[in-house]
């Protein structure tokens, strides 16, 4: 059995990248024993998706995002402090979607990526609800504000260390009560174990 295959998602949202990345990213999941468990259904084909990724207390978490990213041959944006983009290192985040944002203008973070997906018909972008791998007694917003702008629904994305999984949730639709909507998915997430379970 596969760790990754690019049938868990719409064929609109692949990147078509090389056979031999989506191996990579295959075989690096493989290799430390991790797998993606479930999909997102052909009925979200063309619209627009943000995937909210957690619990995210390690670099750990990015790598195997990465390779998760490679192995579904995704077509995603994700946004990554900008000092993760230095170096021989930035071209390869930048060409698997990545956008290098200023943590210290939290405002121009979020309507660079609103403006960079708004024109285009079927999109997804990744986001960490927590902002941060540090512990955080709130969720930043910025997610649900994107979603919000570009008329899209949620993907929860779960890493669980304990099961070696990066697992796609059911498609979660905002309801436009910030706080309710933080509560209900934080509960969904508060299953799933943690590189630093203290950190989360």
Do not use: C
Not at 102 to 126: T, V
């Amino acid at each position: 059995m596969k760790s990754v295959s690019n049938k868990q998602i719409p064929v609109n949202y692949r990147a078509n990248r090389p056979k031999a990345l989506q191996w990579l990213g295959r075989t690096v999941l493989s290799v430390f024993g991790w797998k993606v468990s479930g999909s997102i259904s052909d009925e979200y084909s063309n619209k627009k998706l943000v995937v909210i990724v957690a619990p995210h207390t390690s670099n750990w978490d990015g790598i195997f995002g990465v390779a998760a990213v490679a192995g579904l041959d995704a077509r995603i944006t994700f946004i990554g402090k900008h000092t993760a983009f230095r170096y021989g290192l930035g071209a390869f985040l930048r060409y698997m979607g990545g956008i290098p944002v200023d943590r210290s203008k939290p405002g121009g973070i979020i309507q660079d990526a609103i403006n960079q997906i708004k024109g285009i018909e079927g999109s997804l972008i990744a986001m960490s609800p927590e902002g941060t791998r540090s512990k955080v007694d709130e969720w930043k917003t910025g997610f649900l504000r994107i979603a919000k702008e570009i008329n899209a629904q949620i993907v929860p994305a779960s890493i669980d260390f304990a099961l070696k999984e990066i697992i796609l949730g059911e498609v979660f639709t905002p309801t436009g009560n910030n706080d309710e909507d933080i509560l209900d998915l934080k509960k969904y997430f508060s299953i799933f174990t943690a590189k630093h379970p203290e950190k989360y």
